[in-house]
């Protein structure tokens, strides 16, 4: 079993990419926002560089790993492969991505656009981690996980942290969850406190709610409108421990809850969420978590690589 991140490797962490990553903000969107009686604020992590979270953990592995002359190694579904990217411009050390076919063009576009070496390999996330492991083996590149690494998790929890010193701390916090990367990140900052973590899934693409039911890492079947960020067959087994650790709860909402929340986040604070991005706040709006009135809760809003019209002017 891997020794689980805690708040004292999330602040060491929030040392080292300080200076580097956003401080993104917070915003208070206003009593009724979510057709709730609870006091919201939206975590604005989709302002982040490279348009999500994904940077904060994959600076933090690079920065604590010996980089080799062949630079870094990923897999992705699009957002993580842009974060590596954008470290290894800024490391200046080559950068080799695998995406699958179902990554969205705007972020193969961008992948191109930050210098990396780009192979769109297979139908899904899995696909494309095959083929980067077979060529992690090749050119002994560092490998930077997506999820399932103590560094990234550290990377996500930043995001508690700044939360809590933004806010004074919150009652619940909502968390899209894919391969358990960012939800881990929290759950390992709130272990231990009276603060609530619910996850939020698809119902298309549930690993960690079909884990919970299960008593363990299953594998499920991945499709719908988010499957670029939220399409990981298996919760990654170090995530699961964190997870586990604190009690998360899994919830899982509609695509058509995505597709609505992505035009309500456009509608009323005008921001631009892909669909992944909105999966956290469609909880609250379709009602698949309860809150009560008063209480304060925390939405990461986590990544902003779509198409803008397919937000503003949905099809």
Same mark, same amino acid.
């Given at each position: ?19 580097? =990553?956003?401080?993104?903000? %917070? ?20 302002? *982040? ?9 994959? @600076? ?59 192979? =769109? ?15 992690? $083996? ?33 009652? #619940? ?8 990367? @960012?939800? $881990? ?9 009276? %603060? ?8 298309? $693409? ?18 719908? =409108? ?25 919830? #899982? ?6 597709? $609505? ?8 604070? *005008? ?45």
């Amino acid at each position: 079993m891997t020794e689980l991140v805690g708040r004292s490797e999330i602040e060491a962490a929030a040392g080292n990419i300080a200076g580097i =990553v956003r401080r993104t903000p %917070t915003i208070d969107p206003g009593v009724g926002f979510h057709d709730t009686g609870a006091d919201v604020v939206c975590k604005l992590e989709l302002l *982040q560089h490279t348009g999500s979270f994904k940077p904060r953990g994959a @600076l933090q592995r690079a920065l604590t790993s010996e980089v080799p002359a062949s630079g870094l190694i990923a897999a992705s579904g699009g957002n993580h492969g842009l974060a590596v990217a954008w470290v290894g411009r800024h490391l200046g050390v080559p950068a080799e991505i695998f995406v699958p076919e179902v990554s969205p063009p705007a972020k193969v576009a961008k992948l191109h656009a930050l210098g990396a070496t780009v192979n =769109v390999v297979g139908a899904l996330y899995d696909d494309a981690l095959a083929a980067c492991r077979v060529r992690q $083996s090749e050119t002994g590149a560092l490998d930077i996980h997506a999820y399932d690494h103590t560094d990234t998790i550290a990377g996500a929890g930043t995001i508690a942290l700044e939360l809590d010193e933004q806010t004074g701390g919150v009652d #619940t916090v909502l968390v899209a969850l894919g391969g358990g990367g @960012l939800a $881990s990140g929290l759950a390992a900052w709130y272990a231990g406190s009276d %603060t609530r973590v619910v996850t939020v899934e698809p119902q298309t $693409s549930q690993c960690y709610a079909a884990a919970v039911a299960a008593g363990q890492p299953v594998d499920v079947e991945v499709s719908g =409108v988010a499957a670029d960020s939220l399409g990981a067959r298996r919760i990654g087994a170090t995530n699961w421990q964190a997870l586990q650790a604190v009690g998360a709860e899994p919830v #899982t909402v509609t695509d058509d809850a995505i597709r $609505s929340a992505q035009r309500r986040l456009w509608k009323e604070l *005008q921001l631009v969420a892909e669909p992944g991005g909105a999966t956290a706040a469609a909880a609250l709006w379709s009602g698949a978590v309860e809150v009560a009135g008063g209480e304060r809760v925390g939405v990461i809003v986590c990544g902003a690589n779509c198409d803008p019209a397919a937000v503003v002017e949905p099809k």
